[in-house]
């Protein structure tokens, strides 16, 4: 998919709503379990219920790594049924994944190419050689790790490197990479006040920003502070919408949380034109 | 398994050598393609003809991602058959892996307790509480990048952060964390300069040490500066060794080349002695 094409989808859904899709056994209805794949069949109601208010999913590949090969074939689904189903749905694998060049590109190749999903996250630690190889695919998109939304955040990433936070000299020395253009980045919604100095490095490029509500992040002060010219913001709930409820009619009320979510969006963009 | 029988089995074998399966379908003998499980019969060869030059062996996740299901299955397979017919094998999941800490436990479960490896790869960016859960498990081995042997490592790696590079504030920093005694870190042998400021922060730690043979390492520069009294190092070769040769008896020259690197390190230990 391309940014204008993800662009146009926000403005038409009026929602810049991602739905984060960390599938826990011991978390979702009960009911579900007797199912012979109790993920997909959780997923597919999910997004059945959701993808008129959402314009991305992001499912994070933890949770379906820790449920062994059931947990892949669980995943091979869902992205497949997304991109079948819902074609005009950005889809992004949560793996956070990095390695060296030639190993890289066996994960952007695993993730962009054969499993076929819009973007992948990744990690920074390793430099440009370890994300190139992620960034030179058409119309797919890396969204690179920049500021978290969780606490170990300040260990790093908020600590200067010569007279610079860590994150700002991640996204600065990033936009030199080949294709960065393909370049999207974490920042943490816990962390409102920092999106105006982020802003002033990459005006342009889209943001994924995990934190708003469970890790306690506020949706307006991250519009005030992180919005651009083309919203330029995805803004990921999880468990506030995916566990609404346990009872059988869960899906209603992941719908329900995510149609709030939706609505705030709707005004913030009613307000900015 | 502990330390203590990790370093048992170096003094037993003469040999710190880790071996890494990164098995890349392009690259295996052609005649394992017809094999039904080609990647676990690939390893399965390589292990029975190298466990006795070996103390540890390496799958990185990603070229078991790139093929699916079915790499994941020759994962759980290959990690199985480790387990039960060399259970004095040390085994690392190189799966680099790091987010927020309830998703850091998924990834945990699914590598530490799940598959029954003995220890995987972390990514330090996301700080403490996206460590510490890999930490919590008892005789399990968290191993997290430091130096790593990519050019991209002098991106941030080695940049300065209040006057000290970044894997210095990394090393110093996870000290501090809970069951620290769990770590070891990655560290390239591409820069064996480097070793005896490391070993100045993490005397007592093993080292996870790539890029010896096809990254251009030198093997004894990385033992004379970064040896300390239990050894301390796992020295990482994976092509070199796997894909020594396309031959139907490609397992013997395998052998060949892990041989001579145990011969080499069994020389080292022996001067040291």
Redesign the interface.
Known sequence: MTTNQLISEIHKKQSFLCIGL?V?LNKIPKHLLEEEDPIFTFNKAIIDATHHLAVAYKP?T??Y??C??KG??AL?KTIKYLNETYPEIFTIADA??????N??K??A??FLE??GFDSVTV?????????EPFLSFENKHTIM?AL??????????T????GKE?YK??LE?SKSWNNSENLMYVVGATKAEYFSEIRKIIPDSFLLV?GVGAQGGNLQDVCRHGMNKDVGLLINSSRGIIYASKDLDFSISAAFEAKKLQQQMMRILDDIN
């Open positions: 960390d826990d994070n933890a949770f790594e820790a062994g090969i892949w074939k091979e956070k994944r990095g390695d060296i060049g190993t890289s066996m994960y190749k695993a054969d499993l990690a920074p630690y390793m430099g440009k050689d370890s994300v790790l978290t939304s969780n606490v170990g955040a300040f260990d790093f990433q600590q200067k490197m010569e860590l000299k991640v020395t995990p």
